[in-house]
Nanobody, 115 residues
Framework: QVQLVESGGGLVQPGGSLRLSCAASGSISSIRVMGWYRQAPGKQRELVADITRAGSIDYSDSMKGRFTISRDNAKNTVYLQMNSLKPEDTAVYYC?????????WGQGTQVTVSS
């Protein structure tokens, strides 16, 4: 089992920045990839970015250049640095971790971009 705890969400003005953190615990040695997804009201959950244990990164095209994912294996933590935030980035952001058999999810953290 893997437990994921997100932090760092909140209210930010358009053009601002936020950094999300996701701390993993439990059977962390089995994790192959960690990532961030988001779900806006009335929309499907979508990939933001993910990163493998080896450091290979994949971004959603719409977030490339504004969002940066990173991983600290020593701290079992993955980060999402979000810059130049737009109102359409408003969503619940979920941390995800996959091992060979199971996909684990955090409880989600709300990000609201509004003036």
């Amino acid at each position: 089992q893997v437990q994921l705890v997100e932090s760092g969400g909140g209210l930010v003005q358009p053009g601002g920045s936020l950094r999300l953190s996701c701390a993993a615990s439990g059977s962390i040695s089995s994790i192959r990839v960690m990532g961030w997804y988001r779900q806006a009201p009335g929309k499907q959950r979508e990939l933001v970015a993910d990163i493998t244990r080896a450091g290979s990164i994949d971004y959603s095209d719409s977030m490339k250049g504004r969002f940066t994912i990173s991983r600290d294996n020593a701290k079992n933590t993955v980060y999402l640095q979000m810059n130049s935030l737009k109102p359409e980035d408003t969503a619940v952001y979920y941390c995800n971790a996959d091992d060979r058999f199971t996909s684990y999810w955090g409880q989600g953290t709300q990000v609201t971009v509004s003036s």
